[in-house]
């Protein structure tokens, strides 16, 4: 659990933002200190419209990649693109915030709605680029979305339908949502094991298999 010292500052700073840049800009704190941090990760959030999140809700498909590296690889992002579901166009950054022992506890996120901005890109181009060029990410209100969407990348990126996917080709999949982040989300076992037809054992398998390969 996040200090209240820690939290209080974190506020404070959230909502001196938001009011500095309106209501196009959601600021949102994750709190990473708890068990459920990948599915109920909010704790604060301004102006939450812009994405359709609250209080409660889980962690963007950002974070959650994020949550699945080694800590000490993970680095702040600064001035990226993501989007939303309905189509916003978002530039966003995301710092991690650390305790005095040095892990990670929280993360600081802005999302500024720049849709109407980017009309008029070529006269405000410093403001609407992003530090390095990326394709923007979806940030769904809710972790199941999340699930799903990551699910259909997996699929996007074998291109064939699980049907006709052999062994190698679920792996592959299995193995890409695992990188994401995918097996953080509460019960997402269940599901992925369902979408490709396969055993949780099975699942977890291909997973582990991997992981042996990577340490020989």
């Known amino acids: ?20 840049y309106g209501k196009s800009c ?8 708890s068990d459920n941090a990948a599915d109920s990760s909010i704790i604060y959030i301004e102006n939450g419209e812009v994405t359709g999140r609250k209080v409660g809700d889980g962690a963007s498909a950002v974070v ?9 690889n993970r680095e702040d992002r600064i001035g990226y ?13 995301t710092v991690y915030i650390r305790d ?11 999302n500024h709605d720049i849709t109407a901005l980017s009309v008029a ?18 940030i769904t209100p809710h972790v199941g979305e999340l699930l799903d969407e990551l699910l259909w990348k997996s699929t996007e990126l074998i291109g064939k339908p699980v049907h006709l996917m052999n062994k190698e080709d679920k792996q592959r999949a299995i193995r890409y949502l695992n990188s994401k982040g995918a097996l953080l989300i509460t019960k ?27 340490h020989d």
């Open 1 to 20: 659990m996040l200090s209240e010292q820690l939290k209080t500052t974190l506020c404070s700073l959230a909502h001196a933002i938001a009011l500095h």
């Open 81 to 93: 693109f993501t989007k939303t579901s309905n189509g916003k166009v978002l530039k966003s950054t």
């Open 188 to 214: 997402s076992g269940d599901k992925i094991a369902k979408y490709f037809g396969i055993s949780k054992f099975t699942l977890y398998s291909y997973i582990d298999t991997k992981e042996e390969e990577n």
């Open 100 to 110: 005095d022992s040095g892990r990670v506890a929280a993360i600081f996120s802005i």
């Open 64 to 72: 959650l990649e994020e949550l699945s590296r080694a800590e000490e």
């Open 26 to 33: 959601e600021v949102a704190i994750h709190d990473l200190t």
């Open 121 to 138: 890109a070529s006269a405000i181009a410093e403001m609407t680029s992003p530090a390095t060029a990326s394709e923007p990410q979806k």
